[in-house]
C-alpha cells in the first residue's frame, strides 16, 4: 500500500501515468476496507475523468459499499447513457441490493442475470443472496441455471439450503391445495 502512495505523490499531476496511478491508489484503498480515503482520492479522479466509465464503474463500487444509494443512481444513468453492458449495470445493481437488503430488487436481478451466462464468481454471489434473503424465486432460477449449464453444488449445506428454499415453491405447485390432501 505504501509503495502504491508513493508512487501516486511522487507522480506529477501532468505525467500520462497519474489517472493510471491514482486508480492504483483507489482500487487499493478498496481492497483494504479504507472506504473515507478511498472517497476522497475519487473525488480528484471524477474531477479529471467524470464520464469515463472506469471512473463511473469505481464510484458506483465506492457507493455500493458506503451505502449511497442516491450515487449509485447517478453511476448507474452515467453508464446507461454510455451504452455499458446492460448485465455488468445489473450485476452492480444486485450489489447494491445486497449491500442494502431489498429482497425483491435482488430478485429480480438474479433473474436477470441468471439468464445469461455467468461467471463462477457471480454464481457464488447469487448463492449468497439466495441464502441470506430466503429467497424462493431466486434459489428457482438458481437451481434452473445449474441443471440447464450441467452444474452442481459441490457443498451439501449449499444443496441442503437450496433445497429447503425450493420445497415450498414444490408444494404451491402440486394440483390439490394443501386442505384437500389432508382430507385423503
Known sequence: MELIEKKYRDTPKK??????????LINALLAKERYIEANYFFKELYTLKPDHAYTLKTGYKLSIRTFNK??????EEKLTSLNHPELEIIWYRLQLFFALNYKKG???CCEY???NEVENERLSFILESCIKFKSELIAFYFSKYL?????SLKSANQKTEIKKLLIPRLIKALPYQNDQLLNY
Open 70 to 75: 442516491k450515487e449509485a443512481a447517478i453511476y
Open 106 to 108: 435482488a430478485e429480480s
Open 15 to 24: 505525467n500520462k501515468k497519474y489517472i493510471k496511478r491514482l486508480r492504483d
Open 147 to 151: 441443471q440447464e449449464n450441467k452444474l
Open 113 to 115: 442475470i441468471l439468464s
